[in-house]
């Protein structure tokens, strides 16, 4: 099985700040790397696929990008609604595992 | 717009089964595939399994393997996951999720299971 391992498992950020959350795959899963966003009491929400293509309606402060087997998720200039818990996923092979997670919080 | 409607919320015994149900709204049901995920109390995502209508297809992650079946019945565009033999380490929020020309990309409002004597 492919484990997802991500960084850091919480962070604490001030609206306007530039966060980074990365993930890294223990074997290869080419582009098939994604990204969700959950907050509390919510289903998870589709940010980002195939590394870097935004879903519908998400804003282009998030992006994603990759280097080798380790994966970027970038949200610039935190806004108010982007404090949640961030997963990453790999689709390439199964088990479709996630990351265990990132709790971007207010400082 | 389509939803994914799933059944409520359930109270089990440990050592019986249970089958959540996950209605898609509308569209091109038989094309998709759709995946269900869980999440116990304050933990992370955990991917169980998948089927792909069109085809009958099904594929379990190994630690499920032979305690949860999925099925899909095309006539009513609802996918369901049965797990059986329930024990207290299945309590969770068990949530479906659809891959259509994108993966994962509409989920349910997810299905609070909790198993206790």
């Known amino acids: 099985d492919i484990q997802m391992t991500q960084s850091p498992s919480s962070l604490s950020a001030s609206v306007g700040d530039t966060v980074t959350i990365t993930c890294r795959a223990s074997q290869g899963v080419r582009n098939f790397l994604a990204w969700f966003q959950q907050k509390p009491g919510k289903a998870p929400k589709p940010l980002i696929y195939?590394?870097?293509s935004l879903h519908s309606g998400v804003p282009s402060r998030f992006s994603g990008s990759v280097s080798g087997t380790e994966f970027t998720l970038t949200i610039s200039s935190l806004q108010p609604e982007d404090f949640a818990t961030y997963y990453c996923?790999?689709?390439?092979?199964?088990?479709?595992?996630f990351g265990g997670g990132t709790k971007v919080e207010i400082k | 717009q389509v939803q994914l409607v799933q059944s409520g919320a359930e109270v089990k015994k440990p050592g019986s089964s249970v089958k959540v149900s996950c209605r898609a709204s509308e569209g091109t049901f038989s094309s998709h595939n759709f995946n269900w995920v869980r999440q116990a109390p304050g933990q992370g995502l955990e991917w169980m399994g998948r089927?792909?209508?069109?085809?009958?297809?099904?594929k379990y992650a190994q630690k499920f393997q032979g305690r949860i079946t999925i099925t899909a019945d095309k006539t009513t565009a609802t996918v369901y996951m049965e797990v059986k033999s329930l024990r207290s380490e299945d309590t969770a929020i068990y949530y479906c999720?659809?891959?259509?020309?994108?993966?994962?990309?509409?989920w349910g409002q997810g299905t609070l299971v909790t198993v206790s004597s």
């Open positions: 996923q790999q689709y390439d092979s199964y088990p479709f595992n």
């Open positions: 195939a590394v870097s």
């Open positions: 089927v792909i209508p069109i085809v009958d297809i099904t």
């Open positions: 999720a659809r891959t259509a020309a994108r993966p994962f990309d509409l």
